[in-house]
């Protein structure tokens, strides 16, 4: 029998009495409860950044949960729930749609990326940042996403390039 001590990794420091944690993809938003805001990392990123989120009108956040693109926080101090509407996406906005063309967009059973010029590993997001699928692409091979339920979607290749598509 080995004893096997797990080995803790300081992903954010100098935080200011973080008190509620939400992961959508690769996205950690972290209700700063000492600084009244919310921020967000991305952990794949081996030095990560915070960004705020939300930085004014909360008091004390405590919890967060998401439904949509809508951000829900609990507010200790406050003693209430608040909506915060288009402010959370399962990826960075701005890699959004750049370079990529995805079709038939909205889309039954597959998808097809044009252009490729080598095999891209895919991850295909819902709309909460739950990985449904993942694979390998090529140029104009078919991605199938018969088996996905009718909604949006984020395809995500591993370059960080990002597509939103809908499924019927």
Do not use: H, W
Not at 69 to 75: F, P
């Amino acid at each position: 029998i080995t004893d096997a001590s797990p080995t803790a990794t300081d992903v954010l420091t100098g935080l200011n009495l973080p008190a509620g944690l939400l992961f959508i993809g690769n996205d950690l938003y972290i209700a700063e409860y000492g600084a009244n805001k919310i921020l967000k990392i991305d952990v794949t990123d081996a030095s990560p950044i915070a960004t705020d989120v939300v930085t004014t009108g909360i008091a004390g956040p405590f919890g967060m949960e998401v439904n949509g693109n809508d951000l829900y926080i609990a507010e200790f101090g406050g003693n209430k729930i608040s909506k915060y509407s288009g402010i959370v996406t399962s990826i960075n906005d701005e890699t959004v749609n750049q370079g990529l063309t995805l079709f038939p967009n909205p889309s039954t059973d597959f998808l097809r990326i044009p252009g490729l010029s080598t095999e891209e590993m895919f991850k295909i997001y819902d709309i909460t940042g739950k990985q449904v699928i993942e694979g390998v692409i090529s140029n104009n091979e078919k991605i199938n996403i018969s088996s996905l339920c009718n909604g949006e979607y984020v395809l995500k290749l591993m370059n960080k390039k990002s597509i939103l598509f809908v499924k019927n």
